[in-house]
């Protein structure tokens, strides 16, 4: 039943829906575990959690997160000391470009639900899991209801109602809002049923129903703080630097790329949390300092994205007061092609979809530069136990990657297809075509691993007659959400680029469904969409399109599968290693964090253990 897809050839597996409901129907009547049935599905394609998704439709209870949560009181903790080397910038869930942005906004805002680490759901704001038992999912995947915990109130007192999630829905839909979380409500339909309920409706069957208000792109803000300052203003609310939320924490301090302090919310809605008194998140330095502040010295409890080499990380390790801890989830560290031109300015927009690169609109100068990417020397040089080489832009787990991609490092064939595609070597052996220089500007943020990793690039780049030109940004800008900015990794003013594409949902749409052509960023959006190559391809956006709506699990993992194919095909992206999310903890510190989110979305179960 397996889909079969030969280069340039897609052939799509027959229909299972009819033997996946006599499955479903054997757990529903207890000849079939749980544990079975997904494990089946996994060989056919699926993440778990969307194997789970599938059972919910077919009317199997999904199952719950348990929490491993001790405390049996609020409060006492004392202070949590947070380091975040790429420091948040704003406090807005709907703008948060990098995922430095979404994790400080997460302090205080929250969702519906979240993933946790095995990819189930666990509550936080609604007051159950919507099935096909309790009402809450329509068995044709068109509508979910959800029915939203009593008693929450924002941190200013006011109550939590419908009326805030609809107006999010509204809020970020609005094409002027400029949300990066548009892609999430654009096609969806939220009312209001009562008080304490509220429905999404969905044009089609729509398989992964558990997106919207979920994860970190759900968190949710106060209607009565944003009402006003929706559409052309959104910019300008004063509570996107001061949040108003329904965290276990209260907002005390903001100093945008520095630090977030909060205090203990009281009113939590979560009985005997939060443990801790008070939270810092900390913001600037490097990513080598902040493992060194928490492994080592012990100054803080925790910092987040340690993208350090492995070598450094096990030295740290020796004698410190604290480890590396480590979660899976489909972390993809990518160079991305610009297919635009990004030094040709048209209607005051850089890298315009108006515009051709001269050399990467060929597909032979894409792949000559994908061939000049020794992914095997970035895995052993510099991630180590953290990451793996890999061709395929999604990632989760083994048995849902792709089969039929490839990767190969290889100067001489990649100088080879430059040479036939009309870049010939100039007397300075650069290669040169109509009198241009083949000259790139490869830019990222600044981390080590990164850098190593452009050094590694640059070098294989002048053996084939390519002149690179490395550049590196502070991460707090390179990342940053301003539109005014020159120097975001959305407006892509560069020929290359490099970052990662994090905290993805267990469901391959969010990071598959970036490379849709309505998610370019461009200077009518605000820069805010994903789709950073410019990507345009009427195949991939049917796929797509089609992966969107389609029920049977095993024909929607096929297309899944044929997108990321198609990505690898057209070479408009390098992908370079699949990471593991990878953190410093103390050793006393208990923390929950799941590789399909962002390291906060389960701060409310974080508390303290005598070692």
Partial sequence: MSPTLLRGQFVSAPPAWPQLQSMIGEVKDGDLDRRTFIRRMIGLGLTAPMAAQVLALGGVAIAQSISPYKPVKRGGGGPLKLLWWQGPTLLNPH???????????????????????????????????????????????????????PGVKWHDGKPFTADDVVFNWQYAKDPAT???????????TVEKVEDLTVRILFDKPTPFWANAFVGPYGAIIPKHLFANYAGVQSRE??????????????????????????????????????????????????????????IQTGEYDYASN??????????????????????????????????????????????????????????????????????????????GRAGRATANFFNGLPQFVSKNTSWEFNTEKAAKLLGEAGWKPGVDSIREKDGKKLKLIFQTSINGPRQKTQAIVKQACQKAGIDVELKSVVASVFFSSDAANPDTMNKFYADIEMSAFLGSPPDPDRFLSSFHSRNIPSKENKWQGFNLPRYVSQEYDATIDAAKVEIDPVKRASLYIKANDLLWQDAVLIPVIHRLKVAASSNSLRVVVSGWGTDTDHLQDWYREAT
Avoid: C
Avoid at 182 to 187: N, P
């Fill in 237 to 294: 609310a004063p509570n996107n630097l001061k949040p108003v939320g329904t965290g276990p924490y209260k907002f005390v301090e903001f100093k945008p790329g520095d630090l977030i302090r909060g205090e203990l919310n009281s009113d939590y809605h979560m009985p005997n949390r939060p443990y801790f008194d008070s939270i810092e998140m900390k913001g600037g330095g490097d990513a080598v300092s902040a493992a060194r502040a928490v």
């Fill in 95 to 149: 703008f948060g470009v990098g995922t430095k942005d979404q994790d400080g906004s997460r302090l205080f805002y929250e969702p519906l639900a979240s993933w946790d680490p095995e990819g189930n759901l666990s509550l936080i704001l609604a007051a159950e899991i919507p099935s096909i038992q309790n009402g809450g999912l329509s068995p044709d995947g068109k509508s979910v209801t959800w029915k939203l915990k």
């Fill in 178 to 188: 400029a949300a990066v979380t548009i892609a999430i409500f654009r096609d969806i």
């Fill in 306 to 383: 340690i993208q350090v080499e492995d070598e450094v990380l096990l030295r740290l390790e020796k004698g410190g007061t604290g480890k590396t801890i480590y979660a899976v989830g489909a972390d993809i560290e990518t160079i991305f092609l610009n297919l635009s031109d990004p030094n040709t300015e048209v209607d005051g927009e850089r890298s315009s979809l108006k515009t051709k690169h001269p050399l990467f609109s060929d597909p032979a100068g894409r792949k000559a530069l994908s061939m000049l990417v020794d992914r095997d020397a970035v895995q052993k040089v510099i991630y």
